[in-house]
T-cell receptor, first 108, second 115 residues
Framework: EDKVVQSPLSLVVHEGDTVTLNCSYEVTNFRSLLWYKQEKKAPTFLFMLTSSGIEKKSGRLSSILDKKELFSILNITATQTGDSAIYLCAVVRNDMRFGAGTRLTVKP | GAVVSQHPSWVICKSGTSVKIECRSLDFQATTMFWYRQFPKQSLMLMATSNEGSKATYEQGVEKDKFLINHASLTLSTLTVTSAHPEDSSFYIC???????????FGQGTRLTVV
């Protein structure tokens, strides 16, 4: 059965900490893996990953995909309270399925 | 990035009535649209995948007669919640992708409250 699994489900850190969020998948016909940040309403796009081993970077956030081991990680360095959100990964095939999300709370 | 417009943003309706939610791709041709439902503190659950001009593919457990999806054009898909009940109250969100796309773009979401 196809699945997208995120871990941890919940994470509480203090400002300045570095966090690593995980997304593993078992799907057929993989096209891409997407990371989103969701605060109050619709998710906002962070990264799209299609190739293994190529790091995508945007400010304090970075992500990489391993297509052999079937997982991706999202790193956030020097976390800030504004990073508090649910982080979702989704795998795109002919549909798009989400993991359960990781709820990140960054305390001052 | 591409723009997807979802309307309405929120709606309150009486139990037993039907509600239509629209999802439009404004600057690209959305050959595929996905409809999701999200309960508080949970992730997005895929309800159905619709390809333009074809019948939608519903996920297991989603009643296709209750959640009617129409994707008649490359820029518009609609989700109609028929005979809504309070348990249908949820956040509904669409995303759209172009043919062979590796990326999908979200609408703003619709918060439905059935009273």
């Amino acid at each position: 059965e196809d699945k997208v699994v995120q871990s941890p489900l919940s994470l509480v850190v203090h400002e300045g900490d570095t966090v690593t969020l995980n997304c593993s998948y078992e799907v057929t016909n993989f096209r891409s893996l997407l990371w989103y940040k969701q605060e109050k309403k619709a998710p906002t796009f962070l990264f799209m990953l299609t190739s293994s081993g190529i790091e995508k970077k945007s400010g304090r956030l970075s992500s990489i995909l391993d297509k052999k081991e079937l997982f991706s990680i999202l790193n956030i360095t020097a976390t800030q309270t504004g990073d508090s959100a649910i982080y979702l990964c989704a795998v795109v095939r002919n549909d798009m399925r989400f993991g359960a999300g990781t709820r990140l709370t960054v305390k001052p | 990035g591409a723009v997807v417009s979802q309307h309405p943003s929120w709606v309150i309706c009486k139990s037993g009535t039907s509600v239509k939610i629209e999802c439009r791709s404004l600057d690209f041709q959305a050959t595929t649209m996905f409809w999701y439902r999200q309960f508080p503190k949970q992730s997005l659950m895929l309800m159905a995948t619709s390809n333009e001009g074809s019948k939608a593919t519903y996920e297991q457990g989603v009643e296709k007669d209750k959640f009617l999806i129409n994707h008649a054009s490359l820029t518009l898909s609609t989700l109609t919640v028929t005979s809504a009940h309070p348990e249908d109250s949820s956040f509904y969100i669409c995303s759209a992708s172009s043919w062979g796309g590796t990326e999908a773009f979200f609408g703003q979401g619709t918060r439905l409250t059935v009273v």
